[in-house]
Nanobody, 130 residues
Framework: QVQLVESGGGLVQAGGSLRLSCAAS????????LGWFRQAPGKKRAFVAA????????YYADSVKGRFTISRDNAKDTVLLQMNSLEPEDTGVYFC???????????????????????WGQGTQVTVSS
């Protein structure tokens, strides 16, 4: 079992920045892929970014490339999402997710698929005003 707790959401004006944090506990987080998804009102949950288990490879949705940065610290069992140049379209509930590393091969096809993630946090709200 892996428990995930997100923090750092809030209200920000367009163009601003926020940093989300996800603390993992339970089984060793270095065995897991860690990713971020978001869900806007009335829409399906969508991939945002992910790290492979060692943190050496990162994957991003096209809509956030160049603006968001994901990083992980396995020693602290945390994964961060630095969000810059925020846009109103970034508004939603952001979820941290963890999946067994052996269920992934290289590529966005694997890391962007929410069905490959076994554990989810409760979510943190991000609201970007125009």
């Amino acid at each position: 079992q892996v428990q995930l707790v997100e923090s750092g959401g809030g209200l920000v004006q367009a163009g601003g920045s926020l940093r989300l944090s996800c603390a993992a506990s339970g089984r060793t987080s270095s065995s897991y892929v860690l990713g971020w998804f978001r869900q806007a009102p009335g829409k399906k949950r969508a991939f945002v970014a992910a790290n492979n288990w060692s943190g050496t490879n990162t994957y991003y949705a096209d809509s956030v490339k160049g603006r968001f940065t994901i990083s992980r610290d396995n020693a602290k069992d945390t994964v961060l999402l630095q969000m810059n140049s925020l846009e109103p379209e970034d508004t939603g509930v952001y979820f941290c997710a963890a999946g067994n590393r052996y269920r992934y091969s290289s590529g966005l096809y694997y890391y962007g698929d929410p069905s490959r993630y076994d554990y989810w946090g409760q979510g943190t709200q991000v609201t970007v005003s125009s």
